[in-house]
Each structure stands twice: as C-alpha cells, then as structure tokens.
C-alpha cells in the first residue's frame, strides 16, 4: 500500500486548483481597476468612494481577499511543509500563519463595509 506523504487535509490537484482559479482572479480584479483608473485620469476621493460605495465593488473586494488569502495559504503552507521538519514547530507556525489570515480578512471586511 502507497502512504501519502501529505496531511490529509491538503491534496496536491486540489491545491494547484486553488492557486490558479485565485490568481485568475487576483488578476481580473487588477485589470478591471487599472482600466478603471486609466478611465477616469481626473480620479480623486469622491470617484473612490462611490466606486466603494456600491454592493458588487464591495462583494467583488471580499471575494479578491478571499482569494488571496486562499492563494497566500497554500503557498505558505506548501513551503512549511518542504522546509519545517520538526512537526510542533511547523504546527506552530501553521496555527500562527492561519490566525494571521484570519485577521487579515476580519479587517479587510471592516474597511471594505465601512465605506
């Protein structure tokens, strides 16, 4: 029988997947921002905070946080898992990175529905 040298709880296809649909969408997001921003050259507060303001630029914000902290998660993850080797101190580490994350997207919600 082949053991599995990966945690149960990561699966090599499903993590390449996971990469590559959020840097899909990292990627739209930016673009779609850049030709917004190359759209309106006279961009100041007012344009910012009505671009915001509305419910789908917030959804859409969320969901690219989302994905980055998806995309950051995996990448960080695969690289403990190749270069820790003392397992408390990876699990450490895993704990510490994922609060981390967790945070991070707690305060991304607060700035972004606070507009």
Known sequence: MVKSVLSVSHQGL??????????LI?????LALA???FAHPQFGYTQWHSLFSTT??????????ISLLC???VGIWTV??????????????DVSIYLTLLACFIWASLIVWSV
Do not use: C
Request: proline share 2%.
């Open 14 to 23: 499903r993590d390449w997947v996971i990469q590559r649909i959020s840097a």
């Open 26 to 30: 990292i990627g739209i997001y930016t």
């Open 35 to 37: 030709y917004f921003f």
């Open 56 to 65: 789908w630029m917030k959804v859409a914000t969320l969901v690219v946080v």
């Open 71 to 73: 995309h950051a998660w």
């Open 80 to 93: 403990l898992t190749d270069y820790v080797k003392p397992a408390a101190l990876r699990f450490i580490l």
